[in-house]
């Protein structure tokens, strides 16, 4: 089983629409979860951190459901802009970030159209 | 706001020469990273490094890759013989206790 997996897309979404991503991971042990975009042929940027609680930012909701060892990013009012590939990124560390590795999804592509 | 950078942005080079990719991480950051990416697959960790030493590697970081934190600014990833499967897009990335930041990455090119 691959340790984190998504499904690839592409998602071809009207703008305005609302999309929703999933993504499993098989690592219990897992401790901090993110949402990170890529654009064609450019760096990974942290899109958010996603928490047991569920967390918002403006348009992009994330959810981690432990037990069932899912995550999903929900995008409402899709912009063009948001064309890109959202990858599913988990580290075991309990910091977020400092020391541990990043473990990344094969990511999911998505396509807002006119 | 500051960035990680990363030179050269493309480096093209024969099988078997050796390459050296640069990173400069942004400066009060504790913690570095190298990460690749093959083209049209996903991004995979070779190594971390603080302190000064490896703190984790990955199976594909075997004896022909190395790295070096030569000063207080730069971080060097070292490709002792490069093999056409290591082709890839090349993402530093450094941290302090929260988000990891990548860079811009370098396009090797092995030939």
């Known amino acids: 089983r691959k340790e984190v997996e998504q499904d690839p897309g592409p998602f071809n979404v009207p703008e305005g629409a609302t999309v929703a991503f999933n993504c499993t991971y098989s690592?219990?042990?897992?401790?901090?979860f993110f949402w990170y975009r890529q654009d064609c042929r450019k760096e990974p940027k942290l899109l958010m951190s996603?928490?047991?609680s569920g967390n918002e930012d403006g348009r992009f909701t994330a959810q981690l459901n432990r037990a069932s060892q899912y995550i999903s990013l929900l995008i409402r009012d899709s912009k063009l802009s948001d064309s890109a590939t959202y990858l599913c990124?988990?580290?075991?560390?309990?910091?977020?970030?400092?020391?541990?590795?990043?473990?990344f999804g094969t990511g999911t592509q998505l396509k807002v159209e006119l | 706001e500051p960035e990680v950078t990363q030179t050269p942005s493309h480096q093209v080079t024969q099988m078997g020469q050796e390459v050296i990719l640069r990173c400069v991480p942004i400066?009060?950051?504790?913690?570095f990273y190298w990460y690749r990416q093959i083209l049209g697959q996903k991004v995979e960790f070779l190594v971390s490094?603080?302190?000064?030493?490896?703190?984790?590697k990955s199976e594909i970081f075997d004896d022909q890759f190395s790295v070096e934190r030569p000063d207080g600014s730069n971080f060097t990833l070292k490709i002792r013989s490069t093999k056409l499967e290591d082709s890839a897009m090349y993402f530093c990335?450094?941290?302090?206790?929260?988000?990891?930041?990548f860079g811009p990455g370098t396009r090797l090119t092995v030939l």
């Open positions: 990335a450094s941290s302090g206790f929260d988000e990891q930041f």
């Open positions: 690592n219990s042990a897992s401790q901090s």
């Open positions: 996603v928490y047991s």
């Open positions: 990124v988990v580290n075991r560390g309990g910091l977020t970030g400092g020391g541990n590795k990043l473990t």
């Open positions: 400066s009060n950051h504790l913690y």
């Open positions: 490094f603080y302190n000064n030493e490896i703190s984790e």
